[in-house]
């Protein structure tokens, strides 16, 4: 079966609620963020979240992330911290990732994992269709595993043609991922520094961090 495709900037406030409805209910989606392109699926139904292992091939040892439309949203699921709201203020929405205990609601959508690593993508429709959605949006790169992620719309549809039920298409995108800082302990670690430097994250915790 072939994959429904919207240009997600021209779609309506009716298109986007009838997608959150979709993604809602259990539906795979591709689409842009201010990075580079997702899949996603609600956070909390197994059965989407498996597919999108399998679209992938990506190992279960490896984590999904957590997209939310706000900073509220973010808070519903997670253990926030007085470094997380200073990180929130200044880099949300953008290309940080940051990675929280979760509270009861979330526990759930660890997986075996210590934390939940959450983000606001600055991207004004995605953020758009994030608030109409009932759930978090499991989320990761849209590539097979290991493999560069799509940039080229084209490109993208012609691979995740018939395998996710939505594809929203964005343009062409850059590369670039965003920085992920680990907060579940005593002192934040930086497990990947790309979009966001060490010396930026530092001034504004007004700390060092590993």
Known sequence: MKSRV????EMTPQQLAQAAALIDGGAVVVYPTDTVY???????DEKAIE???EIKQRPASAALQILVGTTAQARQIVQWSEDAEKLA???????????????????????GFEGLGLRVP????LARLLEKLQNPLASTSANLHGRPVFTNERELEEFFDGK??????????????????????PQP?????QALSREQLEKILAKPIK
């Open 6 to 9: 919207f240009p997600i900037n």
């Open 38 to 44: 997702g899949i996603g699926a609600n956070a909390f």
């Open 51 to 53: 597919r999108i292992y």
């Open 89 to 111: 203020q200044a880099f949300w929405p953008g290309a940080l990732t940051m990675i929280l205990r979760p509270n009861e609601k979330g526990t759930p959508l660890r997986r």
């Open 122 to 125: 600055a991207y004004a429709a």
């Open 164 to 185: 996710a039920d939505l594809i929203l298409t964005g343009g062409t995108l850059g590369a670039s991922a965003s920085s992920v800082i680990d907060l579940t302990g």
């Open 189 to 193: 670690r930086l497990l990947r520094e």
